[in-house]
């Protein structure tokens, strides 16, 4: 090696190795510890004989878990699929808005974030109080005529994943909609000026040449949105509790992870074991989402 | 500009869905501000009071629940540890990330995927989910009950996230102005600090915002690590109204609008350049 | 002379000093009742009055977050000297890990409790005891007086009785029963209240503790069955109704009854001082019957088996089973205490909770089901979930608790 390719080395540690250092410690060594753990079979708090894939095959294999795993994957890809084509294709929806400078926008820009800004627990609670049976949103019905569409909202096993998720949605849409307006502000001018003049309709315009331009934010927001949905936890925990009432079904992997390897007073004491399991899978299933996603999305990138 | 899409001078069908789109989004913003007014409202309201009329105006507006909260409870001491704590674990997070991104984007060497993926699985992975080994490590490292353990916390936290944003504005700055300093002498931390980041200075604005709200508002790590009431924050100090039976709703609401205003200061201040930081070539 | 003398003066002033500087212990003690950290900051100040080498802090953690927070404490090395745990089967996390110290020997006046309390205090691993008992909770039937007294009513004995000014209520415009379905917790309270006068209470409980009777027996069947009567006259869309605002309701004087345990008593006056409440135990099936309530053991003190201050951990414990504690807990929390001789005289409502718990029952997912994963509690919450809902009939409720427990309780893998 070269002194130049010494020094350069050199460099390189310098501005890496600090922040690697921080997220190997704090990220990855308790990561592996955790991997290490789920290969025990756990007395209380205490580990016990080493079983290798034994806890693996309780999750997979053995009820309850198993009801109760698949149960709440299920609840994850509802929460993915309504995320993605609800929330980002509003997000979309007022990107594109802004972008085209409606009346006020600057104004409706910043308005759109805030949300963002209230912390989970705040957020839980509002909405919680506005969905009784008798709070705000059933009140609003009432006013419109629409009385005969009252429901309990977090009570009902059908509607309380979806109103949990309503909730997200307007906490989060304003992130997907500046990172879009973004992406829309990228497209050069002249294109769709030129565009326009020939006489281009707005959809066309829209689907021919601004979709596929923005295709890296799609992406990002994808593999954001995939990792949100797969690790969502405290929206549900401050909404329905832990143990995804009513009857399991706001139940998803990171409530029942959590559960499963803390305990709760009511649904009973930590396993640790097969909780780490649980982790694992996640990690796992977040990694390899997150890979698959990037990869297939990498592929329709369009270059100007 | 043709592509603006305008209210005046338009033809009639343009205008009809001018006013539609402006409706709906006057009706989200009627949906942002109702509950920020109705939790700011609530914290002048007795408990028993919020719960019978949840959305009635209050009928005085003293102050007594704000100095209950701010001084016999100890928010006051709560706030400003939470303002530290976030201010240093921001300070960290930008430095260590803006420097591990410049390593990871600015250098062509064979590790560099490996190391940008590193600090990528970061976001992949919950940090709760390892609370108990990690509680063991800060045991080891003799940092439970210190600040400093829940400052790395937030810090790893934030990583992840920074180096993929700034790595990806950094990518971006011409090669030449680096050619440039160094032939001006530069050596390659003259290059970040006096060329490269001044370039990326609207991502910064963008990555504080999306790192310090949650560290603001977590209270999870805080109450785990932090056991000593004199280094509590405020987050954590809001779970003392959640009784095992019974919610101190007044006080909560009233520890909730002392919680979100720093934040709610800062975005505003913030939101020119965090909206500039979006608008400048972000997403690549 | 003089040199031996000032020296002898400065030995002695020395010796006077290293007993004034006395040894000042800081124990940590840990609860999970935020709502009652001044009433036991008061009970703090006691104790430190008659030892004054001990400083007691008191940390109230979430309740929902309790555990974690011990068990992340315990398992790390560190962790509070004194602190507030699960009976029954939420003890056996920390016993069984060897967190917790038994208490037999260092606080003796363990032996003069009940066994009812002290139940939730041993380990069934190794039978030892873990803590000291401080509280039982029962579950009944709140009723509006006022309410009452305006229409006309009487305390109901029997179901068809309580149907009945049920009824009445409903009749005049007023929400006959606060309850509602959200919180899952609630609804095993409302088995809890109203059940074992259908399922036979201690036989009962006895036969499946034994095996000799699962839950899917046609009397725990029925049992359940009967809480399906309750719901017209539960709030409109009474699934998404939350503890909160059951409380609320009651407390505000819009809802007659609140079918709940002696836990709401003190939020009910300390939110409404003016409610006139007062309680009846669950209606029996026919006339004659004697009403059973279930009771539980609320939880204990116990002492970190790695604390370093164990002797001054123990001296607190013994306060902790003393009359004056209990009298505190009776007169400033309202609770039932469970040291033995604890004055009631301060408080008319907890001599009532004690007339009826002569006929006890244990509150039984609580106190028998909730050693493994998954509980009995978590089965039967999420079950009543979908019966209450109208999913599914009470057969399969049995079911489901049944097939759960089966996978963990050994009784019942007997086949």
Known sequence: MTGKDARKGLWIAFFVLPGLAVVFTIILLPLFMSLFNSLFSWNQLLRGDFVGLGNFRKVFATEPYRTRFFNAIGNNLTWFLVTMLVQNSLGLFFGYLLSRRVPGHEFFKRVIFIPVLFSIVAVGFLWGLYLRPNGLFNGFLKLLGAGSLQRAWLGDENLATFSIIAVNIWRWVGFPSLVFLAAIDNVPVECLEAAYLDGAKEGTIFRRIILPLIVPSITVITVLTIIGSLNVFEQIFTMTGLDGSPNFSTDTIGTLFYRTAFGSVDSGNPEIGVGSAIGVVIYALTFGASILSIATLNRKEVEL | ?284 | MRFKRSALVLLLALLALGTLVAQTTTLNFWTWRPEDTDAYNKLIAVFEKANPGIDVVLTAQKNTEYNTILSAALAGGSGPDVFQSRAYGGLETFAQSGYMEPLEKWVPELKAFDKAPLRGATSIKDGKVYGVPFASQTLFIYYNKAIYKQLGLSVPETWDQFLANLQAMKKAGVLPLANGGKDGWTLEVLQGAICPNFYGANDFFDAVMTGKANFQDPRYVGAIAKLKELTPFMPDLFMGVSYTDMQSSFINELAGHFIGGSFEAGYFSAQNPKLEYDVFPAPVAKKGDKPFVSVYADGNFSMNAGSKNKDAAAKFLKFLAGKTTGDFFIKDLKQVSAVPGADTSTSPYIQKVLSLQKNNTPYIMLVGFRYQQPTGSVLLQAALQGFMAGKFDAAEVGRQVQEGLATWHAPFQKK
């Open chain 2, 1 to 284: 500009m043709t592509t603006d899409l305008r209210f005046r001078g338009a033809g009639p069908g343009r205008k009809a869905v001018v006013l539609l789109v402006e409706l709906l989004l006057c009706a989200y913003a009627l949906l942002v501000f109702y509950p920020l007014a109705n939790m700011v409202l609530s914290s002048f309201r007795s408990t028993r009071d919020i719960l019978r009329a949840p959305f009635a105006l209050p009928t005085a507006f003293d102050l007594a629940n704000y100095r209950a909260v701010w001084v016999d409870k100890g928010f006051g001491r709560y706030f400003l540890n939470s303002l530290w704590i976030t201010a240093t674990a921001m300070t960290l997070v930008l430095l260590l990330g803006s420097m591990a991104a410049y390593g990871v984007s600015r250098y062509k060497y064979r590790l560099s995927t490996l190391v940008y993926m590193l600090f990528l699985s970061g976001i992949m992975l919950p940090l709760k989910a390892a609370i108990i080994p990690l509680f063991i490590l800060m045991k080891k490292l003799a940092l439970v009950d210190k600040p400093l353990s829940v400052i790395l916390i937030f810090v790893a936290m934030g990583l992840p996230s920074t180096v993929f944003i700034l790595a990806g504005f950094m990518k971006s700055v011409p090669i030449d102005l680096e050619h440039a300093a160094r032939i001006d002498g530069c050596n390659d931390w003259g290059i970040y600090r006096r060329i490269v980041m001044p370039v990326v200075a609207p991502a910064i604005s963008l990555v504080t915002i999306y790192n310090a709200v949650p560290i603001w508002n977590d209270f999870f790590f805080p109450l785990v690590f932090l056991q000593s009431d004199k280094w509590k924050t405020l987050p954590v100090g809001l779970t003392s109204f959640f009784g095992q039976h019974s919610t101190n709703w007044s006080l909560l609401f009233t520890g909730l609008t002392i919680a979100v205003l720093p934040v709610l200061v800062l975005y505003l201040f913030m939101a020119k350049y965090f909206i500039r930081g979006m608008t400048a070539g972000a997403v690549k």
